[in-house]
């Protein structure tokens, strides 16, 4: 397996007509995770039991239940990381920063920037809907 992939290990649920269908159980994060001082995704992945299942495009017939390995190219994860995150925030911190160039310290700067970001979520599913084949881990026994 390549070392320019990231991979999570899944379970199959059953077949699709166009490859299988997996559940992701949640884990508990990377070991800084679960450190005093990290991030705390730990608590939130805890609370939520349930599975996330996807549908995987493949022309392999695994068994039901038996366990797959996914991959996914890290430049996908990265580039999908950074529109998830920078692209509402730039959004809103552009359309923030230009309405206080036209009015500073105008009432409406807090709401500017909740448009933004509510624009920026609407640009970012627009472009995922478009691209979803980029973003698809692909199945490696």
């Known amino acids: 397996m390549s070392t320019d ?3 999570a290990e899944a379970r199959v649920v059953g077949w699709t007509t166009a490859g299988v269908r997996v559940a992701l159980a949640a884990t508990g994060g990377c070991g ?32 039901i239940g038996q366990t797959v390995t996914l991959a996914l190219s890290r430049t996908s994860l990265v580039r999908a990381s950074v529109l998830v995150y ?12 230009a309405v ?20 920026g979520g609407v640009v970012l599913r627009r472009h995922l809907r478009r691209r979803a084949e980029t973003y698809r881990p692909t199945l490696v026994l």
């Open 32 to 63: 800084r995770c679960a450190a005093r001082g990290g991030c705390g995704a730990r608590w939130l992945l805890r609370r939520s039991d349930d599975r996330r299942e996807l549908e995987i495009d493949t022309e392999q017939r695994p068994a």
């Open 5 to 7: 992939c990231a991979t």
């Open 100 to 119: 206080n160039v036209q009015s500073p310290d105008h009432w409406s700067l807090p709401l500017v920037f909740i448009a933004g970001l509510a624009l």
């Open 86 to 97: 920078g692209l509402p925030l730039w959004l809103a911190l552009g359309a923030t920063l």
